[in-house]
């Protein structure tokens, strides 16, 4: 948990019966002079309390500092309340401590309200405390220690009004821990934002760890549903998150899955699931947004041989064996056969036209993208495959075509970070820890040569995870410390990152803002969540 500290400094005497009064050096209490309790605050306009600031997350520490010359015991203490449109809601005891420490739950503006007396005189005084939104909008990171210990982290994105505020970014780690107390860490497997349009409208947020998923509430973060792995599967211990119109979190030992339904917040493991023939080395994603749902692709790898599958709404396992080509839908065969995997990802939007009812209509899809390499013959070969979707049964092939490589073609790193930006029409992937614009030319990919790269990094850094911002067009990319697996974040206008312009400068940088990052997402504002 984060700390932030603001010391008050108050002078000023007051009797317990006349608050904000001044009590002169002679005044007496029978034959006793009356001690002298000294406070001091900011200067503020009358009728105005001092404002402290903290991030929602942040533990609201404020250290009054009183200068008292008697010989009693203060007794002090702290309340807090709302306070919006200049209206103070009622109090709720805090403690009875010198200073205040106390976490709010959500965004807003409250008071806090601090009495002392030593029996004789004594003071109050109130603060406006603005607890900034911390969670409002911004990117949840995936990220995991060196020691295997999971760490939820949030950049927020800063509101125009917030950056005409002048207010620097905040970043967050441990975002779980911070506003739930008593979770304990462990592996943090992934993190799912789930937008369901019905029965009603609503947006949850899923953190998977080892044992446990949470539900959490896509402002405050709280947790509102809890998940024991355990008590769905005895012994699951998730390793993987899978996205989807509900999250599913997977155990590789037990080669067995628990989805996690979106809107009832309840975790089991569906019959679909319970077959045992849908283990996977690799697991990679495309995701839109559809009709207010956030819809996924996912494509499963296999290593050896290699194997690319979905899984279809009913639970069947479709995969190239049975692929047919588009155009005459015939059967074509194992297309993989001694291939092994470079990468796998969704591709760029492939459109195409249908007739319905005497009309012709024109739609897209978004295709699995395939990077192999024969063994044998030592070619690459770049494939886009149809299929993948929630209510798709079956697998067809697009297009396949060698890919032209030489002695010095940047050739991409296996399974490393790959993304598309769908406005400029070209992909970004890594190789050898430098990053390399991927261009087409109608259905064949061209890869630039080692010495092309359009972004490079410190040595002592290595490249964990790359994403495109669809709509702020921005590419990011998440680097790790090699010494210390802690995780840096670099935001770059994709519009910039190209061949003939290398090492465009970062736009926005993060470092040292999570620990190994695996994976990103942006959260969106939400309001008025069910």
């Known amino acids: 948990m984060k700390f932030r500290y603001i010391t008050i400094i108050i002078a000023g005497a007051l009797t317990l019966s006349v608050l904000n009064s001044c009590i002169d050096d002679d005044s007496k209490y029978g034959d006793i002079p009356v001690p002298r309790l000294k406070v001091e605050v900011p200067d503020t306009e009358v009728g105005s309390m001092p404002e402290v600031n903290f991030n929602l997350g ?12 008697g010989s009693g015991s203060l007794h002090y203490e702290w309340c807090v309340g709302s306070y919006a449109n200049g209206v103070k809601g009622e109090l709720q005891f805090v403690s009875n401590e010198l200073e205040l420490h106390h976490s709010f739950p959500a965004g807003g503006t409250y008071y806090a309200h601090l009495n002392v007396t030593d029996g004789v005189v004594g003071f109050s005084q109130d603060y406006q405390v603005n607890i900034n939104r911390t969670f409002e909008q911004g990117y949840l990171i995936v990220s995991n220690s060196k020691s295997g210990i999971g760490n939820l982290a949030f950049i927020k994105d800063l509101t125009p009004e917030e950056k005409e505020q002048g207010m620097s970014p905040i970043t967050m780690e441990h975002c779980l821990e911070a506003v739930n107390e008593g979770t304990n860490p462990e592996y943090l497997a992934g993190v799912s934002v789930l937008q369901v349009s019905w029965p009603t409208d609503a947006t949850r947020i899923v953190a998977s760890y080892g044992s446990t998923s949470y ?15 355990n008590d769905v599967i005895p012994g699951f211990n998730a390793r993987t998150s899978i996205g989807g119109a509900d999250a599913v979190v997977y155990d590789p030992v037990m080669n067995r899955f628990i989805t996690l339904f979106a809107y009832d917040m309840i975790g089991v493991e569906e019959s679909k699931y319970a077959s045992g023939q849908f283990g996977f080395d690799y697991y990679n994603f495309y995701a839109y947004s559809s009709y207010g ?15 690319v599958f979905f ?5 069947n396992r479709i995969d190239q064996t049975s692929i047919v080509d588009e155009n005459t839908n015939k059967p074509i065969g194992n297309i993989f056969d001694g291939h092994s995997c470079v990468n796998v990802f969704g591709g760029l939007a492939i459109t195409y ?18 990077i192999s390499k024969d063994e044998a013959s030592g070619k690459y070969w770049y494939t ?9 049964t079956s697998m067809g092939l697009a297009s396949r075509s060698e890919i032209d490589v030489t002695s010095t073609t940047a050739i991409p790193d296996v399974e490393g970070a790959i993304t598309l930006s769908h406005t400029y029409q070209r992909g970004y992937y890594t190789c050898n820890n430098k990053v390399y614009v991927m261009t087409y030319n109608n259905e064949k990919a061209i890869l630039p040569n080692e010495s092309q790269s ?3 990094f410190p040595a002592n850094e290595e490249i964990t995870y790359m994403t495109i911002n669809a709509d702020t067009e921005e590419l990011i990319v998440a680097t790790a410390d090699k010494t210390t697996g802690r995780g840096s974040v670099y935001f770059y ?4 990152v190209r061949t003939d312009s290398p090492n465009t400068p970062a736009k926005a940088y993060y470092p040292d803002c999570a620990d190994r990052i695996s994976f990103m997402i942006y959260k969106p504002r939400v309001a008025d969540n069910k």
């Open 311 to 315: 899984i279809d709404y009913y639970g």
């Open 493 to 496: 206008d994709t519009a910039n």
């Open 454 to 456: 359009v972004l490079s």
């Open 353 to 370: 036209t249908y007739e319905y009812w005497g009309q012709i209509y024109e739609d897209s899809y978004f295709p699995c993208c395939v």
């Open 293 to 307: 749902t956030l819809v996924y692709n996912n494509f499963f790898v296999c290593h050896s041989p290699l194997e």
């Open 215 to 229: 539900y959490l509430d896509p402002n405050t973060f709280i947790s509102l549903s809890t998940i024991n792995h």
């Open 58 to 69: 942040e533990e609201c520490v404020i250290k009054p500092q009183i200068s008292y010359d």
């Open 384 to 392: 886009r495959l149809s299929g993948f979707g929630t209510y798709d």
